[in-house]
């Protein structure tokens, strides 16, 4: 939906004769990853037409395009169909990128974008590319050049047949979508019969659903759905007669994962303050998106901060620490601050740094407990050197460790405890340095 306000930032951004303010690209991108399409498309466009002459709209362009959502990579590829129209070389220069990398990484969403930019390539080199996109080894590639025919005038000639009729249900399934929005003509009727009497059943199913939904009344379209409902697999027949529930409907599209991310991206948007809380029991997979797709600055920081933080392939707890601590560089929320002073407790190398770090830590904010009871450790070791307060304070840090098992949630207590298993670690190593000059 398209507020008021979003309207009049759209708006404002549209009338500017100059170029953008960091302020104003900032708002650009929070639309461009807008939930409503209402708000993202034209703000995509718009980004296209300055990234031509504006660096910093040209950078914010390619974060699209580089994203690893799918979804945004989609929004780029719209942003660069604005850039394309001026002639712009880094379409061309995109386009044939995306077309290099797809023979080893297919991306489906990526490649139909791609297609669908090619018309505004203002060149008829760039319907020789079609075609020959149409007869590439690849069948990402073949599907991706097939789903955009439709917007092709005039379409490649004697092409429709030869689609239909490939080894690939890839590619057909993608004909499909793009034969549905074509005339219905003697060359149509024809690929429609050939996708009719694909050997595949659950194919076979999807062009008789497509049919049904799309062309009941269709005099051309009538005979196929009669001839398919007879069909000797029950789930053709069942499609052709419209008795297939929607989710069972072959190459149905589920987007509801990426819908309930542009939920939870809206309640952080709407409560930044709050984000901790929301993002709180987030899968790694979830983050990750998030980290692209918010449009608040700071929620992506924490987002790549709790990344940071539980990193898999990282197994030195306070390496982890210091990269999360990174990654919220930027931002001034609680626990930023947090995050920030146990990374420099961790830093802490004898007894002598605790007491420094505590004489400056910034206790404050709703994290100050846990904080707190770290510089009460500190305090302990101010009081004076000897095994018997390396002792007292040992016994006071595995207190503080218990209770903040007992009171913190994650990921602040995982914070907390990799500052109390590095300082457990230091006071060990002080108290067998101490009893061996005893010894000695």
């Not at 910093?56 to 945004?72: G, M």
């Not at 595995?398 to 230091?426: Q, Y």
Request: include cysteine.
């Amino acid at each position: 939906m398209l507020t008021d306000h979003d309207a009049s930032t759209l708006g404002l951004l549209e009338a500017c004769s100059e170029a953008l303010s960091p302020t104003q690209l900032e708002d650009l991108r929070g639309l461009t990853r807008h939930r409503a399409v209402a708000v993202w498309e034209p703000a995509c466009r718009l980004l296209g037409a300055r990234a031509g002459g504006e660096a910093a709209a040209h950078a914010l362009l390619f974060e699209l395009l580089e994203s690893p959502l799918p979804e945004l990579r989609l929004r780029g590829v719209t942003a660069l169909g604005a850039l394309a129209r001026e002639g712009s070389e880094d379409a061309r220069a995109f386009v044939d990128a995306a077309l290099r990398s797809s023979v080893d990484h297919p991306d489906p969403v990526l490649l139909e974008s791609v297609m669908a930019l090619l018309p505004g390539l203002p060149d008829e080199a760039a319907r020789a590319l079609l075609v020959d996109c149409l007869f590439d080894a690849c069948d990402a590639v073949r599907a991706a050049a097939a789903a955009s025919l439709s917007k092709w005038t005039p379409r490649p000639p004697k092409m429709l047949a030869r689609l239909a009729d490939d080894t690939s249900p890839l590619v057909r399934g993608a004909f499909v979508g793009a034969l549905v929005e074509m005339a219905p003509d003697e060359e149509t009727g024809t690929a429609w019969e050939l996708l009719a009497a694909a050997p595949e059943p659950y194919f076979r199913a999807l062009v008789a659903d497509e049919l049904r939904a799309r062309f009941p009344e269709e005099d051309w379209a009538r005979p196929l759905i009669t001839r398919l409902a007879e069909d000797a697999d029950p789930l053709v027949a069942s499609a052709a007669r419209g008795e297939l529930p929607a989710e069972e409907v072959p190459g149905s599209r589920d987007a509801a994962g990426f819908s309930a991310l542009q939920r939870m991206e809206e309640r952080l948007y709407d409560a930044p303050d709050a984000a901790l809380d929301v993002l709180r029991d987030c899968s790694r997979e979830a983050l990750g998106s998030l980290a692209h797709l918010a449009r608040d600055r700071s929620v992506c920081a924490l987002c790549s901060g709790l990344l940071a933080l539980t990193d898999p392939e990282q197994m030195k707890a306070e390496v982890r620490l210091g990269h999360c601590a990174q990654a919220l560089a930027e931002s001034t929320t609680p626990f930023a601050r947090f995050v920030a002073e146990c990374a420099r407790a961790v830093a802490a190398r004898s007894t002598a740094d605790v007491v420094c770090w505590a004489s400056r830590a910034q206790v404050d904010s709703a994290l100050s407990h846990g904080l707190a009871q770290l510089v009460e450790v500190a305090d302990i070791l101010g009081e004076g050197a000897g095994t018997g307060t390396l002792s007292e304070a040992t016994l006071a840090l595995e207190e503080a460790g218990r209770r903040i098992s007992e009171e913190f949630d994650a990921p602040e207590r995982t914070v907390m405890k990799i500052v109390v298993d590095a300082w457990g670690e230091m006071l060990d190593n002080e108290i067998e340095s101490a009893i061996s000059g005893v010894e000695s």
